[in-house]
């Protein structure tokens, strides 16, 4: 129920009601200050708590300001760059945020503070100051009442009609301040729904509009945080990938650490103790020595790590000569004496082993590397017959390269021999990676470049460097990664998936470190540089036909139209020259593109069993393909014959398949048409033959000679 009216006619009669009614709102007038007054103290607690929070994220964003990641190799992926600058990019947006927290702390004090305490001081204060006068002017009109009624009536008139009038002005001035006081209590009552509220109000405004803006920062910031949640999804594959490779090379190196030295930029470096003698006293002082071959010069440093580290000057001097120290002229093990160019006397190094003094040694000598394994036109054939298995049969598999194979499994396909199955393994095990150990850092270097162009453009540079048989393989391969993950959507391979499979199996580097672990991202980026752009990377070191417009009309068949002769891919040896047709012989008219090639008969993606055998754990193959002689519907002899090139000089041919033109200078034809003066072409992997009196290009795989 609410407070009662107090009626201004009330005030002349003065009655117990009226003073009962007047004392509800004075008490309410008590309760509305204290209330006031508590919430003028807890604002300011408020305030200064947003204060101390708005000091403390300013803090905590200038430390995530100051902070730099620091990356480990010489170069950064795009990802990475990306999660080295989100901490900058967070402590700006704590910083935006805390500027407007700071604007709405400024303007608090003004549209809250400051107009509750002048409604408490103006109005409450000045409806208790009215209360005093009005408790004083009650008294003063019951005293001088009370004196007049207890006057004598034997008084003089004019003594009586003195004290009368002054009854009157005393009741008539304490009815003014009643009524002012009436009208100040009320007053005060109406204004506090207006005047209390209205800053809190504002004060509730400003809270919106700093959350509001703390809303437009978050969408703006949705853009980054989108990329760096895919930087960081990435950068944490990479990290799992990595981390098993040096897990690996950890443990390789815990079992056999002299097989993993590591191959530096200097022909040898490593601890060697040197004797030193002073006052006829010869002492031994740990040096770190590293040895140029080049320019045959030994540097010497200074170096104790357990006196925290403290590096001594470093010495150098020039290599005369080197030779083995027996055994029984000295004390020591494992020494040998070197003399310098450009210093007098032998100085006499202590290895710390005598596989130590062995490497030394050869170090000195300058061994020659070994040189890198070859391709041949075998592994050529079994790869395309490989990527056609994979296209007609395992495009859309889950996990298609990714998946390993059965250990069990993997090594008995690994020892049938040639007769029953022709096994074409790609894996990290390989004498010699694909794109050569020789421009392994030059493609990393290409990788780390900033613009993205500058990258395709020096891979492409190097992809034309490569040797012939290499740089083939590579496009075979390329174009055949790009149309797997053109099915990504169904065995979920994307470019970054591929990269991070066939990276380290293509471009390994020579020797296994943590420095070239740490690289694997950038080797898994070429990869992905060359699936992405395999046309522009690989489409003008191709192999080049006679008639360049030719070339240009090759084109992609789609789904909807029949086999024609731009679907079988060129093949990728030369055709004999005339002075070599005599020793030449046709390829096979089977090919990995011909409609005919059958299926395999095994699972395309073996996954690791569930038995308890120790032969079902997982092998670290990459791809593991097999094709069977008896799949092909041919016998060993025939699977072999394949292989070999035999004359086709104008000899007669039979289609196998319907194949329509896409170019004036190739023919149409259905399956069973008799070719006349089937010879070779200029073309690669095309012939020359005469059908109805007109002579054109007949892909090779669709033919059989008569």
């Known amino acids: 129920m609410g407070l009662p009216a107090l009626e201004f006619s009330d005030c002349y009669l003065d009655s117990p009601q009226f003073r009962e009614r007047l004392k509800s709102h004075e008490l309410e007038l008590d309760k509305t200050n204290k209330f006031i007054k508590e919430l003028i103290k807890d604002g300011k607690a408020l305030i200064q708590a947003l204060k101390c929070l708005s000091t403390a994220k300013r803090k905590f964003a200038d430390s995530l300001n100051e902070f730099k990641f620091q990356c480990i190799g010489d170069a950064e992926t795009d990802d990475e760059m990306c999660i080295a600058k989100s901490l900058q990019e967070f402590a700006a947006v704590l910083q935006n945020l805390e500027d407007e927290r700071t604007r709405m702390i400024e303007n608090a004090n003004d549209v809250l503070i400051m107009p509750l305490e002048r409604f408490r001081k103006e109005q409450i204060s000045a409806a208790k100051e009215a209360k005093k006068k009005y408790d004083k002017e009650t008294e003063k009109y019951c005293a001088v009442l009370e004196k007049n009624l207890s006057l004598s009536a034997r008084k003089k008139e004019s003594h009586l009609h003195e004290a009368d009038n002054q009854v009157d002005n005393v009741r008539q001035h304490f009815y003014e301040v009643s009524l002012e006081y009436v009208f100040k209590v009320q007053e005060v009552q109406e204004r506090k729904m207006f005047d209390f509220v209205e800053p809190l109000l504002a004060f509730l405004q400003g809270l919106f509009t700093y959350y509001h803006h703390g809303y437009e920062l978050a969408k703006d910031f949705n853009h980054f945080k989108t990329d760096l949640t895919i930087s960081i999804q990435n950068t944490r594959n990479r990290f799992e990938s990595t981390r098993s490779e040096v897990e690996s090379l950890m443990r390789k190196m815990k079992e056999n650490p002299h097989d993993h030295k590591s191959v530096s930029q200097h022909t040898m470096e490593g601890y060697l103790y040197v004797q030193e003698k002073r006052s006829f006293v010869s002492t031994w002082v740990k040096y770190y020595c590293t040895y140029h071959r080049e320019p045959k010069r030994v540097t010497m440093v200074l170096f104790d790590p357990k006196s925290g580290g403290k590096m001594g000057e470093e010495e150098s001097f020039g290599l005369k000569s080197c030779t083995r120290r027996k055994t029984d002229s000295i004390e020591k093990r494992f020494c040998f004496d070197v003399e310098a160019v450009d210093r007098p006397g032998v100085i006499t190094m202590q290895a710390l082993s005598e596989e130590d003094r062995r490497l030394w040694m050869e170090a000195m000598d300058g061994r020659e590397p070994v040189g890198l394994a070859q391709l041949d036109v075998t592994g050529f054939n079994v790869m395309k017959k490989f990527i056609y298995a994979v296209d007609t049969r395992g495009i859309n598999e889950q996990g298609l390269y990714r998946i390993v194979g059965v250990n069990s499994r993997v090594q008995k396909l690994l020892s049938l021999s040639p007769p029953d199955f022709s096994v074409f393994c790609v894996r990290r095990m390989l004498p010699a990676p694909l794109m050569t150990y020789q421009y392994q850092r030059s493609f990393i270097k290409a990788a780390k470049l900033d613009n993205p162009e500058a990258r395709v453009t020096e891979i ?247």
């Open 460 to 706: 492409h540079a190097l992809v034309h460097r490569l040797p012939e048989k290499n740089r083939q393989m590579l496009e075979l391969m390329m174009k055949h990664l790009a149309n797997v993950a053109s099915h990504h959507h169904q065995n979920l391979m994307t470019v970054a998936n591929l990269g991070v499979v066939f990276g380290p199996t293509l471009l390994r580097p020579q020797e296994e470190t943590v420095a070239a672990i740490m690289d694997i991202k950038f080797q898994n980026i070429v990869v992905e540089i060359l699936i992405e752009h395999h046309e522009k990377v690989g489409g003008c070191v191709s192999v080049c036909s006679a008639n360049p417009q030719l070339n240009m009309s090759r084109r992609k068949s789609t789904d909807s139209k029949g086999p024609s002769c731009s679907e079988r891919p060129l093949t990728l040896f030369h055709t004999p020259t005339h002075s070599q047709k005599g020793d030449a012989t046709s390829p096979s008219p089977t090919s990995p593109r011909s409609p005919s090639w059958p299926m395999f008969s095994a699972p395309s993606s073996p996954q690791p069993t569930s038995s308890a055998s120790s032969d079902s754990s997982p092998v670290r193959l990459v791809h593991v393909v097999c094709v069977s002689a008896v799949d092909v519907n041919c016998n060993t002899s025939n699977f072999s014959n394949s292989l070999r090139v035999r004359s086709i000089a104008g000899r007669k041919a039979r289609a196998l398949y319907a194949c329509k033109a896409e170019h004036d200078s190739e023919l149409s034809f259905i399956a069973g048409t008799i070719f006349d003066n089937v010879h070779a072409s200029r073309e690669p992997g095309w012939l020359e033959g005469t059908l109805d009196g007109r002579t054109g290009l007949i892909p090779e795989n669709y033919v059989e000679f008569l």
